[in-house]
C-alpha cells in the first residue's frame, strides 16, 4: 500500500504502509517511490497469496456447482414418471405437501389417460381426474 499523507497520520497505519511520503512530494521522486513499492518483495508475496487465495476460492466454487448440478440432475430424474395406466412419460409440474405426505403433480396424460399425482411417501399414483 502507498500511503500519502502528513503528520496526522495514525502510527498504525504509517507502520503497516509500505511507503510513508509527504503531502507535497515532486513528481520524479512520487514515481521512483512508486516503482520501489511496485517492485518489492512483499508486495510480490502478497499478491501471491491473495492468487493462490483466488484459486482456492475457485476450485472450491467449481466443487460446489458441480455438486449443486448432481443434486439437480437426481432430482430432475426423479421427476420423470411414466403415466400408471399407459406408460407415457408424464410433465412434471411441481412438488407439494399436504398432511405430511409429499406428492409430484404431473400434467394431464398426453393420451388422455386422466390427471395423476404420485404420492412421494407411499410411493403410488393417485388419480385426480380423467
Not at 13 to 42: F, H, K, M, Y
Amino acid at each position: 500500500m502507498v500511503l500519502i499523507g502528513d503528520d496526522r497520520v495514525a502510527s498504525r497505519t504509517a507502520r503497516e504502509a509500505d511507503l510513508c511520503l509527504e503531502e507535497r512530494v515532486a513528481p520524479d521522486i512520487l514515481l521512483q517511490n512508486l516503482w520501489t513499492v511496485l517492485r518489492s518483495r512483499g508486495l510480490r508475496e502478497r499478491a501471491e497469496s491473495v492468487r493462490r487465495g483466488a484459486e482456492g476460492l475457485l476450485e472450491r466454487s467449481s466443487r460446489l456447482i458441480a455438486r449443486a448440478d448432481a443434486i439437480n440432475a437426481a432430482a430432475a430424474d426423479h421427476r420423470r414418471r411414466a403415466c400408471p395406466a399407459c406408460g407415457t412419460a408424464l410433465e412434471w409440474i411441481e412438488r407439494g405437501r399436504i398432511d405430511g405426505l409429499e406428492y409430484d403433480y404431473y400434467h394431464w396424460c398426453a393420451r388422455g389417460c386422466g390427471l395423476h399425482c404420485y404420492n412421494r411417501t407411499t410411493a403410488s399414483w393417485v388419480k385426480l381426474a380423467g
